[in-house]
């Protein structure tokens, strides 16, 4: 779902892409960086027509019917809000699977599955109990969606209240319509579901609302404002007038400020999927956060083979303690013993935990987290330094902001979790990870052919997994 914008610069009407975090002008050439795609934004679907070209059309439809002579009472544009919520739906699924043998017998194994896919959908953020278009369906996905701008939408134009906040509409969207493992003579025991690098906008649909007189009766027709459709079900019209009259935003509105470091004042490099930019002058890091770039402290793990021409891909490096219902548990030594696995054992170890979760952009969910639940598992001690001689041109983009990153490592938990590990299992059902400390980090990595092989542990993922840029 594209935005359509025009641009600040020269004013042609141009599309920023959903998922482009800057934007280009192509008529003009400018650069700039969008303010609040962090955060919740509003937007609008602009109608088809207007009032009074659906009302002689809506007329002649009811006396087809029959009725003679309807009067249309009173009409009205109306804007629905709409969440819309994007993506990555990871679930993870323990349970057992059953097998019947010739000799009439049964048996199980245990499975362990994470199921992932790219998760978009739109549902009602407004009172709509009887009303019949609990979706916006898979049409909204070729529309253009404007930033909010009650001018542009029509000063006469009503709006419904929101009453589904964002807390709410995190929890729909978590509860997914369909089982998504889906294996034959299994039983699942466990399922726990998380969506990744998730965005949230509100969105205002716009409908034809009219008054209509049919012979005795007095009846409010519904018109989708895009299809023209009518719509079965009421809109919770008394609602209205209460709340038109409030010109506040809704929520932050989309802005621009210069795609320029704030530090040494050169152009920043355009990567339109990146969340942090790396200035490739003075190497500062910006994320932008309420309309303004805010300085990212980030570290660098320095390539040991010289020369090299290695890539470097982002990591959060999360110091965490896993609270469970048995206790906390903060050092290695009781980390191995949840996950335990072949290792040289060196004694009782009261370092702390560190979890490793990518912050570059995912294409294959399941590869990226196999390398993070791997490179976790064996607590790797790896090298640090100051970003001094970093190659910034060498980084892959940084993408998943840190609140996700803790919802990615709560599912490394189960990542970890050995599928016949009853105990390990009990014990992180209900866990919580806890962040102590944190550290952005570019790690390097060699290209061996079609795989990217990580220097200080030799865990490798194939390049095809993420997206570099
Ligand atoms: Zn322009
Ligand atoms: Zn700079």
Redesign the pocket.
């Known amino acids: 779902m594209d935005i359509a914008l025009s641009c600040p610069q020269c004013g042609a009407e141009v599309d920023l892409e959903e998922d482009s975090l800057v934007f280009h002008c192509q008529f003009c050439n400018t650069t700039l960086k969008p303010t609040g795609r962090n955060q919740v934004q509003s937007f609008f679907f602009e109608p088809k027509g207007g009032l009074s070209e659906i009302a002689p059309a809506l007329l002649r439809a009811i006396q087809k019917k029959g009725i003679s002579s309807p009067k249309i009472l009173d009409s009205h544009l109306v804007y629905a809000p709409y969440w819309r919520v994007k993506g990555l739906l990871f679930q993870w699924a323990f349970g057992k699977i059953y097998k019947f043998s010739t000799m009439g017998g049964q048996s199980f194994d245990y499975f362990k599955k994470l199921r992932s896919v790219p998760y978009h959908r739109t549902f009602p953020a407004f009172e709509s109990k009887r009303f019949g278009l609990f979706s916006l369906g898979l049409r909204v996905q070729a529309m253009k969606m404007r930033p909010y701008n009650r001018e542009k939408m029509g000063l006469d134009a009503l709006l419904l209240e929101q009453t589904v906040d964002l807390k709410e509409a995190v929890q729909t969207a978590l509860k997914t319509p369909t089982q998504v493992v889906n294996q034959p003579r299994s039983k699942v025991d466990f399922l726990h579901t998380g969506l990744i690098g998730e965005g949230y906008s509100l969105i205002y649909f716009p409908f034809f609302c009219f008054s209509i007189r049919l012979g005795p009766k007095e009846e409010l027709v519904v018109v989708d404002g895009l299809s023209h459709k009518v719509i079965k079900g009421e809109l919770p019209l008394e609602e209205i007038s209460r709340h038109t009259e409030s010109r506040q935003l809704p929520y932050q509105p989309l802005d621009f400020i210069p795609f320029q470091?704030p530090?040494?004042g050169?152009d920043l490099p355009y990567q339109p999927h990146a969340r942090v930019h790396l200035?490739t002058?003075?190497k500062?890091a910006w994320q932008e956060m309420g309309g303004e770039f805010q300085e990212m402290e980030y570290k660098i793990s320095p390539s040991a083979t010289r020369g090299s021409q290695s890539i470097y891909l982002p990591f959060w490096r999360l110091q965490v303690a896993i609270h469970t219902k048995e206790g906390s548990i903060s050092t290695q030594e009781e980390f191995f013993q949840l996950f335990p696995q072949y290792r040289v054992s060196k004694g009782p170890d009261t370092k702390g935990i560190y979890f490793y979760v990518p912050a570059f952009r995912i294409r294959n969910p399941v590869a990226v987290d196999k390398l993070a639940a791997s490179m976790t598992r064996v607590q790797p001690s790896i090298p640090v330094s100051e970003p001094e001689d970093f190659e910034v041109e060498r980084a892959a983009d940084a993408w998943l902001p840190l609140g996700e990153a803790m919802e990615m490592a709560h599912l490394l938990l189960y990542s970890m979790t050995p599928k016949r590990a009853k105990r390990t299992l009990t014990m992180v059902k209900d866990a919580r990870v806890k962040l102590i400390s944190k550290e952005l980090l570019w790690l390097p990595f060699q290209e061996q052919g079609i795989f990217l092989r990580q220097e200080s542990t030799d865990l490798a993922i194939q390049k095809n997994c993420l997206q570099i840029h």
């Open positions: 470091c530090n040494c050169w200035c002058t003075c500062r």
